[in-house]
């Protein structure tokens, strides 16, 4: 219960400062805050911050609640997981009278995923994943917009071996 507590005082804690602070650290039009859902993202916030013209960098925390009470035995359980991401973005087509960025996007990240319930399991609860999208920004207004992207990951988890997962995502942003 402790540990639940903790995790969504840190979550809270997350989503006050980017949302009290974010406009005001940077200058106009180079940062966005987000809330999505996605895989490996889970349900996430994030910021990203423009660092060259067609260019972003981003970081998001994500949680995904239980899909079932301990249930282990259960192929397809999980537990409580909270995931954390960091990004790069490469807008390299297309044009919007929103937005001097092109709507197209490369991201390349790195994503690191936690079961908080890890202890229920014979493995450590501890799922790195690096990933390939493509994507689109779909700009709703100059300030607004909704991001979708997909493409595949790799997961770099030792005891599973490598694999290739699905990697996708949808947000909506809001521009500062």
């Not at 219960?1 to 840190?10: A, D, F, H, I």
């Not at 790069?88 to 001097?100: E, Q, R, T």
């Not at 609860?125 to 709703?140: E, M």
Request: aromatic share 18%; charged share 15%; with cysteine.
């Amino acid at each position: 219960m402790k540990n639940r507590v903790k995790t969504l005082y840190c979550i809270l804690l997350i989503v006050s400062l980017l949302f009290s602070s974010g406009g005001r650290m940077f200058g106009q039009g180079k940062v966005n805050i987000s809330a999505g859902i996605g895989f490996p993202d889970l349900l996430n916030i994030g910021i990203k911050y423009r660092v060259l013209n067609q260019a972003k960098i981003g970081l998001s925390i994500g949680y995904m609640l239980p899909n079932k009470q301990n249930n282990v035995t259960d192929q397809f359980f999980w537990g409580n997981l909270l995931s954390f991401a960091g990004d790069i973005y490469y807008h390299f087509a297309g044009s919007s009278k929103f937005s001097d960025m092109r709507p197209w996007y490369g991201r390349i990240g790195f994503n690191y995923t936690r079961d908080l319930n890890h202890h229920l399991y014979a493995h450590e609860g501890k799922y790195p994943y690096l990933y390939l999208r493509i994507g689109k920004d779909l700009y709703l207004n100059k300030n607004d917009g909704i991001s979708i992207d997909a493409g595949w990951g790799i997961n770099l988890n030792g005891y599973e071996g490598f694999s290739f997962i699905p990697a996708l995502g949808v947000c909506y942003f809001h521009r500062f």
